[in-house]
């Protein structure tokens, strides 16, 4: 999970959660998860630990999916198409193409 492209997926799904990666005592990656306000999660290898209302192991877990399905673009191949009304969010040289907005909880 502590692959920039991945996080940057993540991070255009989920623009409200903040996902934070280190390396645990035993080399392996840890994410710390949180919404900012009083659901988090910490996400290990093996396990997961959680807590609030929201399930926020499973919002990551689908919009890395999402991310996946959509053929795991790398965080140099998204654009933002602004307007005076509205942003776009897309992948590939079209800036009118699918877009990739935030998910839903």
């Known amino acids: ?20 990666t280190s390396t645990g005592a035993d080399a392996q990656a840890v994410a710390r998860v949180s919404d900012g306000h ?20 499973q919002e990551v877990l689908r919009a890395w999916r999402v991310w996946e399905e959509r053929g795991a673009p790398g965080m140099y191949d998204f654009g933002l198409h602004l307007t005076p009304d509205a942003h776009h969010t897309f992948t590939g ?12 909880r």
């Open 1 to 20: 999970m502590s692959h920039p492209d991945v996080l940057f997926a993540l991070r255009v799904l989920l623009p409200d959660v903040r996902i934070d």
């Open 38 to 57: 009083s659901s988090w999660a910490v996400l290990e290898q093996a396990s997961a630990l959680r807590g609030g209302e929201r399930g926020l192991v």
């Open 93 to 104: 040289d079209d800036p009118h193409g699918p877009g990739w907005t935030p998910l839903d």
